[in-house]
Structures are given as C-alpha cells and as structure tokens.
C-alpha cells in the first residue's frame, strides 16, 4: 500500500531514533528539569533564557513545542492585589459626577485611583489626582502601604499645591471612604 520495501521496513523498524529526535529527548529532559527548579512557574520564554544560560543553545519556540508535546504547562500565578476596601463601615458618599468625564473646565471635577507596582522589595502602590478639565496628574503618592495617610492624602494635598482649589470641587474615586472638601482644603 506505502510501496515500502519489506526490507526497508523492517530496517526502518529496528533503527534507533534520529540525530533530531534524540536531541528534542535530551533538551525534554532539560526543560523538565528546569520548570521543575522553577516550581512548576517558568513558561517557555523564562526556559528558553534559563537554558541559553546554562550554554544550551536553544530558541523560544522549540521550547514552547517541546513542552507542548511532553504537556508541561507553567502555573499562572494571580498578580491581583485590592486596593479598594468596598466592605467598609463608612458612609457612602452620592456618584456625583455620573459619568460625565467632559466637565468642561479645569479645577471642576478630579478623580483618584491606586495602583500597584511589583518591586524588588515588595509592592509599591501609586496613588494619583487628575484633573479630567485636562487630564492631566496634578497630584500623586507613592507609598509602601495602603494607608490614606500615605497614599490618598499627600496625593491630594500635592494637587492642591499644583492647582488650588478656587470654585466648587467633585473629587471622585473608588468606593473608598469620602473626603470632604473646601476651598480651604481637607478637613
């Protein structure tokens, strides 16, 4: 039926595997062992660095179809951290702005936000202040903790600083706790 030789069959059926495939069974054996080193976190990019680094030459996607082919998955480890606390005691302050982003003007309506960012030494969280009149960050705080405090405060008294407050403020955020506000400041 394949028009094979019988001879040539059963020479084909004795003969050891190909230079290639011996190659992709030991490099198999290499990224096992490296994803295992890795607690099962490394994927095929992280392999691929590890094993060039250990001096075996060996492009991204050959990993990725190797490990596809021996079914090693990389764990994906959840990145997310709240930065909102929605289940607090404190009163919740009435959505004024209702979603109109296009005030009109500068200095009517700010909104704040945090934000994480991954360090060497730990999390950091970027707290900002914008004024949506002209989108720009008139305000922000970079703290090692959650706290207002540290994060919300000095971010607001900044943008106080860059623009003050001069007619009647909306200062919008997450469903954190509310900030009342005067021309005069926080109080």
Request: proline letters at 3%.
């Amino acid at each position: 039926m394949f028009k094979v030789s019988r001879s040539g069959y059963y020479s084909w059926l004795c003969s050891n595997l190909s230079l290639r495939d011996n190659d992709n069974q030991n490099l198999t054996g290499h990224i096992l062992k490296v994803h295992a080193d890795s607690k099962g976190t490394y994927g095929s990019p992280r392999i691929a660095m590890e094993l060039n680094r250990q001096g075996i030459k060996v492009s991204r996607p050959r990993v990725a179809r190797l490990m596809q082919k021996a079914k090693i998955q990389s764990i994906i480890k959840n990145k997310f951290i709240a930065t909102t606390d929605s289940t607090h005691k404190f009163a919740i302050v009435e959505n004024k702005l209702e979603r109109n982003f296009k005030p009109g003007t500068t200095g009517a309506v700010w909104v704040s936000d945090i934000t994480y960012i991954k360090t060497r030494q730990g999390w950091l969280y970027l707290t900002t202040v914008l004024d949506i009149g002209d989108r720009k960050i008139i305000g922000w705080a970079l703290s090692s903790t959650m706290k207002a405090t540290e994060t919300v405060m000095p971010a607001f008294k900044m943008a106080q600083k860059n623009r003050p407050i001069i007619n009647e403020l909306i200062f919008h955020s997450d469903r954190g706790c509310s900030i009342p506000v005067t021309n005069s400041g926080i109080y």
